[in-house]
């Protein structure tokens, strides 16, 4: 009885702290080129692949944990944790829903991602991955009528191998930085989803992380194209059980815009962030790139970052076609004892590209908040354009927040506007909300949501819902 | 370079009397900076702009070593005309000239500390190189309540018979409890390839106020350093203008610490540079303690492939509440070539505080072109008039009307 007390206790705070008792296989521990061959073999993947793997684990061997970000963490063992976890019975891949082992499904419900029945109301497409591999993912026959394909990378590399040969590994290389080339040696699973000419897709895809295990690492990988002339809007979302150590989630996000084309990439990212004290919480260190490869082409990047101990990524854009356009739209909040060290880089190579950024950062509690971001307009990026706005809102004393932009132009009819404000919410807005009849907290929560607002707009309807309650929830108890 | 550095340094000490232990400080820095280098792009602070490099493609071999035993001639004719000033001339590097002739004598008080090591709290490399090979460095001291009644001008002249030469050097200035001082640094070099690196250390009392002008305007292939440390105390007002003009190289560091209650800081620059050069400001304003102010406002007029670079950083700590901090930077690039880059930087410790900072980069703009040519202007005296009007901005923050009135007529600035 004590110990179901605690655990709700425990879950108020956290309502996906919840672990599934399931039976795992895992990869040896370690980190090694038998750890490589081994996933890459479990994963029934052809050579290119498995060469593509080892490539980047040689080029990693090379590298140095880069350590010239804010929020410091102790040094993390790569020997001691496990690259692939992943349910026993999805050893043999179940056909289809009704086969899949019911806990997995239950876990999914809990966390409000219904796979099976009331699909169909929420009009999203849903890849769920949980640990290591992807479980299920529905509305796959609806999509595949229109030539869209979405489904697990593991499936992709075998069934549309000159895709994913085509477009892996072209906008993060395998000798990018260190964590991108770790994930690049040991990707595990991930969605992969190609949008066909001209076609618009029809629903939100979206992709459900989930860290079960313990003691390993996550190091999932998306990949999305979107052919010339079509247009789809991508979620992510992700939670993980609550635990004393910290674990490590390293992603890589590759997109590919060609001509006309358009991604817009969504999410809300709710890790463990680890319990009152700092201790545990997910270390999400994510390579998100982007690449505007053809003329007229779009991204846009709208993250809501809750959760994690300590977040660090810069979902980036680089606008190498003429006329593209890149936009980076960010809520982060820590509170506690978090971290996030995030931002975005726009990269202009083309002419006439334009970008904007609009950053909010909350930070409460004794946490830290550092945006960093870079705006590169490059010789050639002729007629470019570039908006950057990164407002940061403290609560307390105890917390800080840091903006360290990197502003480049190198060309002279190119225009770039920055700016930042730092500041508290001021008594006289307490002041007028509780005159009103609000309590302190319900008026905190109004002035943020409020403050996050323009980020917020930028997520789809069913998303900006759960996102505004999560701002709510990120920031409890921290006023006053 | 070592070996280079090792027999500079063996020359220089044989012309001063230290003491052992001295010579053993001075060692100690030596060494640290023949660890260290020049500073390059791998560090945070010189990413944009590898001093490394630069020494190495615009001079070479640099020698460590000058001969101060002969003095130069005090050239008269070089002194600003029409505005009565005391002086303090170094020429080649060697301080030919203090004179506070307008000043009352025993309210100032020039201490020779030439002979004591004082530290200087900054860990750059060249920090230490200034203290390994300072030969002469003076503090200079206004006593309490006493306002100088004409500004000081320190002339930095350099002349043809230096070359691919480091020249280090350093000043203290103590300024006590309701005193001023106007500080004009002048700098005239005839000189080509030269390595200046100029450190200067204030103190600022209660009450006391600094005005610090940094004017680099005449064309030269120097390459310099400048880092001013300014420690101020309660009600403390720190003025620092910088127009960064004419050397091939220069970075102007302004670290501000406001450790009194009600202190400010005021750092404006203009950079108007053309041809390769390649000039940055670095300013830090450390907001220590509660109700302190700081306002930066940095404008650049790029021309040819010039490249100027503006890394600000605003911190706050956690009891500095109340802290007001603004911070703005402007450039406009009229070649293709040129370059502007920032890192405007806010950290921050503390809630109660309103920071903020604008960047913006970009070209002239046609369409004021077009409305001035309308009126009747040609293309290039409409492009004047807003180079002209866009500058004039910093150069109004001066807050002292004669120093204003030389920099305006020093640029061509009419009104």
């Known amino acids: 009885m004590d110990n179901r007390q605690k655990e709700i206790d425990n879950l108020k705070d956290y309502k996906y702290g919840f672990t599934t008792d399931i039976e795992n296989t895992r990869s040896p521990k370690g980190l090694n080129e038998d750890v490589i061959r081994f996933i890459s073999k479990i994963k029934k993947e052809p050579q290119w692949m498995l060469d593509f793997r080892l490539k980047a684990y040689e080029r990693f061997k090379q590298l140095k944990e880069p350590d010239w970000q804010k929020p410091k963490y102790p040094k993390i063992d790569y020997q001691d944790l496990y690259y692939y976890s992943a349910p026993k019975s999805m050893k043999d891949k179940p056909k289809n829903l009704d086969d899949l082992d019911p806990k997995l499904l239950e876990t999914y419900k809990k966390l409000g991602i219904p796979l099976q029945e009331q699909k169909r109301l929420n009009g999203i497409a849903v890849d769920a991955v949980f640990d290591s591999v992807s479980v299920a993912t529905t509305f796959r026959e609806e999509l595949t009528k229109q030539g869209i394909i979405f489904c697990p990378i593991s499936e992709a590399i075998q069934n549309y191998p000159e895709l994913v040969k085509k477009y892996l590994g072209s906008v993060i290389p395998v000798t990018d930085h260190f964590f991108a080339t770790l994930n690049s040696a040991v990707f595990t699973d991930g969605s992969f989803a190609y949008i066909p000419e001209g076609v618009r897709c029809p629903m939100e895809l979206s992709t459900y992380f989930r860290i079960n295990a313990s003691n390993t690492g996550q190091f999932e990988r998306t990949l999305i194209v979107a052919d010339k002339g079509s247009y789809v809007s991508y979620l992510e979302g992700c939670t993980a059980p609550m635990r004393d150590e910290n674990q490590l989630h390293a992603a890589n996000v590759e997109l590919v815009a060609l001509d006309d084309a358009e991604i817009k990439y969504s999410t809300v990212q709710n890790w463990y962030p680890g319990d009152k004290n700092g201790k545990g919480g997910i270390y999400n260190f994510v390579t998100k790139r982007g690449l505007c490869k053809g003329k007229n082409s779009k991204i846009s990047w709208t993250q809501v970052e809750t959760g994690s101990a300590i977040t660090w990524k810069y979902p980036s854009c680089i606008l190498k076609g003429d006329n593209s356009v890149g936009e980076f739209y960010s809520i982060a909040i820590t509170n506690n004892h978090q971290k996030a060290d995030t931002g975005t880089k726009m990269i202009h190579l083309g002419k006439n590209t334009k970008s904007k950024i609009i950053s909010k950062g909350i930070s409460a509690g004794f946490s830290d908040m550092t945006y960093r971001g870079l705006v590169d307009i490059s010789s050639k990026a002729t007629n470019s354009n570039n908006y950057t706005q990164c407002d940061s809102l403290l609560m307390g004393n105890k917390c800080g927040a840091h903006t360290v932009p990197y502003i480049k132009n190198k060309n002279s009819e190119s225009n770039i506007a920055h700016e930042a404000t730092t500041s508290k919410i001021s008594e006289e807005q307490l002041h007028y909300c509780q005159q009103r009849g609000l309590s302190a907290e319900e008026a905190v929560g109004l002035i943020v949501n409020g403050f996050c607002k323009e980020v917020l707009q930028q997520l789809p309807m069913e998303f900006a819902v759960e996102a505004q309650k999560l701002v709510g929830i990120s920031l409890e108890g921290s006023v006053g | ?415």
């Open chain 2, 1 to 415: 370079m070592k070996e280079q550095l090792q027999k500079d340094f063996d020359n220089t000490i044989k012309n001063l009397t230290l003491s052992q232990r001295d010579i053993e400080i001075k060692k100690f820095y030596l060494d640290n900076f023949i660890n260290k280098g020049f500073p390059n792009r791998k560090e945070e602070d010189w990413k944009f702009s590898d001093l490394n490099q630069i020494i190495k493609k615009n001079i070479g071999e640099l020698s460590f070593y000058s001969d101060y035993t002969s003095t130069n001639k005090v050239d008269t004719s070089a002194f600003v005309d029409g505005l009565e000033h005391n002086k303090i001339v170094f020429i080649n590097g060697r301080i030919e000239k203090i004179d506070f002739d307008y000043e009352k004598k025993d309210q100032i008080e020039i201490i020779d500390q030439s002979e004591t090591i004082n530290k200087f709290n900054n860990n750059s490399s060249l920090s230490d190189l200034n203290s390994a090979f300072t030969n002469k460095s003076f503090k200079i001291v206004v006593k309490k309540g006493y306002q100088l009644t004409k500004p000081l001008i320190i002339y930095h002249t350099t002349n043809t018979k230096i070359w691919s030469k480091n020249i280090n050097l350093r000043l203290n200035f103590e300024l006590y409890e309701n005193s001023s001082l106007r500080l004009i640094d002048l700098f005239r070099d005839t000189s080509e390839k030269n390595f200046l690196n100029i450190f200067y250390n204030f103190d600022l009392k209660e009450n006391s106020i600094l005005k610090n002008y940094k004017v680099d305007k005449f064309e030269n292939k120097n390459i310099k350093y400048s880092f001013n440390n300014i420690e101020q105390d309660k009600n403390s007002i720190s003025e620092t203008f910088i127009l960064s003009s004419g050397s091939n190289f220069c970075k102007n560091e302004i670290n501000c610490n406001l450790n009194g209650e009600y202190s400010s800081a005021f750092v404006n620059g203009i950079f108007s540079i053309n041809n390769n050069k390649h000039h940055e400001i670095r300013t830090i304003v450390n907001h220590l303690t509660e109700n302190t102010k700081s306002y930066q406002l940095i404008k650049s007029v790029l021309e040819d492939s010039s490249r100027a670079v503006y890394q600000g950083k605003i911190f706050v700590n956690s009891q500095a509440q109340k802290t007001d901090g603004y911070q703005l930077s402007k450039a406009i690039l009229l070649n293709k070539d040129s370059e502007f880059n920032a890192k405007p930087e806010l950290e921050i410790y503390a809630d109660d505080v309103k920071c903020s900072h604008g960047s913006a980069s970009g070209s002239l703009n046609e369409d004021s072109i077009f409305y001035l040519m309308s009126r009747g202007l040609n293309y290039q005296q409409s492009r004047e008039l807003l180079i002209n009007g866009f500058l004039l901005d910093v150069v109004e923050k001066i807050t002292d009307p004669e120093v204003k009135n030389l920099v305006k007529n020093m640029i061509g600035i009419k009104e």
